[in-house]
């Protein structure tokens, strides 16, 4: 069985641009969640969503925003970009809305640097 | 209180040994303490999860340790080898209703290196 994958693996960018991240989840899984990795550092929380609704936020700037598509995919845009947004980007899935125990299986990420 | 505190930075074991990494928690909402294990170019895998109504779960060479009233957990490897040699993170989640739903708070990792 395939597991989450993520397009694309690796992405340039000059500051101001913008960028679109894609992650397909497990089958069946209906939840996705993201979460960026500035090198040296955990993971940090970005969205959730579960049933194509946003089901959770974290303390990112308005330039994030996402969606989840009817087959479960979901996609992740990144806005007016800043050298500070360099970062692996990693996309999870679970079969359920998160209540704590459910595990989450992560992607490979989309590695992406801004110049 | 959202912050999950981990220790050591980096970590240096002899094939053989035991590698013990620790974290602290503040928010007592948390619920669900994973460990997750993290190579070079791949996303984090979980490991092994403990629930703080136990004190130990153990798989395998690893195991965590849990103390409540401390707020604190640890990953016990034992008999460390090579293949273990990775980036481990601590983390955290809450329970239904109390805003941490749907979200894993990590750690800041541990860079284990086990010299053969």
């Known amino acids: 069985d395939a597991g989450v994958t993520q397009s694309p693996t690796h992405l340039i960018k000059t500051r101001g641009q913008q960028v679109t991240l894609r992650c397909s989840p497990i089958?069946?899984?209906?939840?996705v969640s993201w979460y960026q990795q500035v090198l040296g550092q955990g993971p940090q929380f970005i969205f959730q969503?579960?049933?194509?609704?946003?089901?959770g936020r974290g303390n990112f700037p308005d330039r994030f925003s996402a969606r989840q598509f009817p087959n479960y995919s979901s996609e992740l845009n990144v806005n007016a970009l800043l050298l500070g947004d360099s970062a692996l980007y990693l996309c999870?899935?679970?079969?359920?809305?998160?209540?704590?125990?459910?595990?989450?299986?992560f992607g490979a990420g989309s590695r992406l640097t801004v110049l | 209180q959202q912050q999950v505190k981990q220790s050591p930075q980096s970590l240096i074991v002899q094939k053989g040994g035991i590698s013990i990494i620790n974290c602290a928690y503040e928010?007592?909402?948390?619920?669900?303490f994973p460990w997750y294990q993290q190579f070079p170019g791949k996303g984090p895998a979980l490991l092994i999860a403990?629930?703080?109504?136990?004190s130990e779960k153990k798989e395998g060479r690893f195991t965590i340790s849990f103390n409540k009233s401390a707020k604190q957990f640890s990953l016990h490897i034992m008999d460390s080898q090579p293949g273990d040699s990775a980036t481990y993170f601590c983390?955290?989640?809450?329970?239904?209703?109390?805003?941490?739903?749907?979200?894993?708070?990590f750690g800041q990792g541990t860079t284990l290196q086990v010299k053969p």
């Open positions: 999870a899935s679970s079969p359920v809305q998160n209540s704590g125990a459910n595990v989450l299986t």
């Open positions: 403990i629930r703080p109504d136990v």
């Open positions: 983390a955290a989640s809450g329970a239904p209703g109390s805003g941490n739903t749907g979200k894993l708070i």
């Open positions: 928010n007592t909402a948390f619920d669900y």
């Open positions: 969503y579960y049933e194509k609704e946003e089901r």
């Open positions: 089958s069946g899984h209906k939840s």
